[in-house]
């Protein structure tokens, strides 16, 4: 499959946009905000807010312009757009101009998201291919997740801060470079009439009414909301529990990642049986234990230790989720469907900005941090009974939008 020159490119921009983006993340805009302007749980929270809020519209425009298009030019204009709104940030010396700021980069960050997710039905119609496709995409970005923080915590130790951001803005210009040959597969189009809010509608529609559709994109909220607690809280408690400076962010992240890259070769080579929702929702799950072991203590040898056994866990969990709503998606509407997936996900990750804050004042960082796992973990227990019921039917075809749902048909990821 790596010979497949149009995987390779893609997989190859997926990386070197995301070494960029996490560096920015997690050592840029954290570490901006926690460490070069003091702000308070409340102040982070507003910014990780204003990049979810500005996510949700991305991912709700990206999706109709994916099924439109094709995701190969909804990402190569994506990146060139990303660019001023990368160095903006270089800027942004204030809460308020950074929540501002922050809030533009997710708004043309977040259709390149969507859209690079939907590439695998783009680049084969075969169930197994598929998956290894999303192995390879979900891998580039683990690998990033490697990369990224610690280039960011060398620029930031060694340069400032500020060079995170000039950092990003060239990888998504390189990314676009590479993007530009690729070709995709011609995919069957059903635009309805009525404009974007229509298609968008129509996408909810097919993800609402199909029940194993439904199942994947609410299991996946919940763990959406665990991220969103630790996206407001987790510089704090590197700050005030582990009592370490900036660069601790990156290195440890960079650790996290190379848990997310085992997980997915894992992903990519595991029986076709694994491709189920009862193991989905395990994999769900066991995030509580990843929860319990990284944040549980004060040591910062614990943390490190804990970081790539949580990251093996969501390796795995990842690109299984997204091949298991791909597999259940009609062609015509994948990206719709993958933006209604990614709205979901940023509404589960804004939620928690909201009390968070809050909660970790009442309570402290490390025990809200604590409480997130567990509350994942109690939600996994409750899907894990319909799960169960999914596996012992048939997978069946997806219809299109408006013709009544086929029985006993085998699923193929192509018409």
Known sequence: MWSDRNVRSV?????????????????????????????????????????????????????????RFDPRRVVIWGEVAFIPAALSLIFANTIPSLVVATFVLGLVGTPVFTAISSFGPFLTDDEDRLARVNSWIEGASWTAFVVGPAMGAILAGSIGVDSIFALDAATSLIAAVLLWPVKV??????????GGWSELREGFRVAYGNPRLRFYIWLGSSVWLLFGVFSALEPLFYRDILEVEVEALGWVNSIFGVGLIGGTLIAGRLPQRFRSATWLTILVGMNALGVLAYVGTDILTIVVIAAPFWGLIIGQMAPLHRTMVQINSPEQAVGRIMGVNHIHAEVGHLLPLAFAPAIAAALGVQETLLASGTIVAVVAIGFFIPARRLDRTRVVEVPPPGLPDPVDEPKSVGH
């Open 11 to 67: 997989v190859l921009a997926r990386f070197v946009s995301r070494v960029g983006g996490e560096a920015a993340f997690f050592v840029g805009i954290w570490g901006k905000a926690a460490y070069d302007l003091d702000a308070t749980p409340g102040q982070l929270a507003a910014v990780m807010a204003a990049l979810g809020v500005a996510s949700l519209v991305g991912a709700s425009v990206a999706g109709v312009l994916v099924d």
């Open 185 to 194: 597969r011609p995919m069957a189009k059903d635009v309805p009439g009525g």
